[in-house]
């Protein structure tokens, strides 16, 4: 490239190509079309020292130090608009130190130490409308390290560790609002290890293990009043395992085993107060397999087989004193093959066999003082 060189006066004092000038000292270059291209100080035909270089608009480009033609030293970068890009040290062309960058509106960018033109320490990201977005370390241009994410409103997103730009290790997350929404560790920015939960007002809703954002193994979760909702074992977000369900005045409501958020194999139920319902066996959420259930004053109701939530097979039902009312066969809740049917006193009432609950075939029909009245056939409850 042909160039003239001129001085503050505006004199030619050189002129050469780029690659054959050797000239030290002040100097200026122009475009063909006339604007300033650079003025500054020359050492052997190179630009070194303070400069400003200019577009071929007229708008100034950069302004600071420079060395072999190269930017080095404090400088301000400006964009072909006249806006400024970037303020701080350059090395060799490139952001290296403490600089910042701007959004082309003027508002800054990024803010921190450079290295070859990327951001590998700590440093200040903001949002174009001015408001910070990330305070924390940088590694190639992304959050590595202890950090903190921001919200446009100016709280707080995140707080903690990150890995290749993502929450990874002990952090905080927080509601738009500023309140947490969860505190603990993270792997890939879901939760992973140990962590709790809270709603928008910061009350507890789970505290336990995670793994891949999923409530997984030992946890508990409470009701908006702060009292436990559920404890026990997690898989995948729901319970499996063993685990205790609670009212929300904290009396507990069942504890036993769990399947994919349902009551299955062996459980106990509860009234309020922790007074016994049931002791058996469950699936999914239905009584199943043998089982006893009681009446709030303590006493058996019925103890025997079920088979989804109605007795089945054989049991015995009880009055609320205590006494057998019924011993025998069921057969989808009803009375149903054969039985005995007792009086509040304990007597027998009538012993043989029930279809559907009705008196049906062979039977024995007792008084309540225990004389025998009629043995014979029945049907639909009646003698025949």
């Known amino acids: 490239m042909k160039i003239n060189i001129f001085n503050i006066e505006n004199e030619l004092i050189a002129s050469s190509t780029k690659s054959e000038c050797t000239f030290t000292g002040f100097g200026i270059i122009y475009f063909n079309n006339g604007y300033i291209n650079y003025v500054g100080d020359f050492l052997n035909g190179k630009y070194s020292g303070k400069c400003k270089i200019y577009y071929n608009n007229g708008n100034l480009k950069y302004y600071g130090n420079i060395k ?112 947490i929404k969860y505190d603990g560790e993270f792997k890939n920015n879901k939760a992973n290890g140990k962590g709790i939960t809270y709603d928008l007002n910061e009350n507890k809703l789970y505290i336990g293990n995670w793994k891949e954002g999923k409530c997984n193994g030992q946890g508990i979760y409470y009701f908006d009043n702060g009292i436990k909702k559920f404890e026990g074992e997690f898989i ?30 062996e459980g106990i139920s509860f009234y309020k107060k922790n007074l016994k319902k049931y002791i058996g066996g469950f699936k999914d959420d239905n009584l199943d397999g043998f089982g006893i259930t009681y009446l709030e004053n303590g006493n058996k109701q019925y103890e025997g087989q079920f ?42 009432k009538y012993e043989g066999m029930f279809l559907y609950n009705q008196f049906n075939g062979k039977g024995i029909y007792y008084l309540e003082n225990g004389t025998k009245l009629f043995e014979g056939e029945f049907k639909n409850g009646k003698r025949v």
Request: positive net charge; hydrophobic residues 20%.
């Open 307 to 348: 088979k989804n939530n109605l007795p089945f097979k054989n049991g015995i039902i009880f009055f609320e004193n205590g006494i057998v009312s019924y011993n025998g066969e069921f057969n989808e809740g009803f009375l149903h093959g054969k039985g005995i049917v007792n009086y509040r006193n304990g007597n027998k």
């Open 68 to 179: 072999d033609d190269k930017y080095d030293g404090f400088g301000i970068k400006y964009s072909k608009h006249g806006n400024i890009e970037y303020k701080g040290l350059f090395k060799d062309n490139s952001y290296n130190g403490n600089g910042i960058l701007y959004y082309e509106n003027g508002n800054k960018k990024y803010e921190g130490e450079f290295r070859n033109g990327a951001l590998p320490n700590q440093c200040k990201i903001y949002y174009e409308i001015g408001t910070i977005k990330y305070h924390g370390y940088i590694d190639k241009c992304d959050k590595n390290g202890k950090g903190i994410l921001y919200n446009k409103n100016g709280n707080k997103n995140h707080e903690g560790e990150y890995k290749c730009g993502y929450p990874d290790g002990y952090g905080i997350s927080y509601y738009l609002n500023g309140n």
């Open 236 to 265: 995948n977000g729901i319970p499996n395992g063993y685990g205790i369900k609670y009212y929300t005045d904290g009396d507990i409501e069942y504890k036993g085993n769990w399947k994919n958020d349902k009551r299955n194999g």
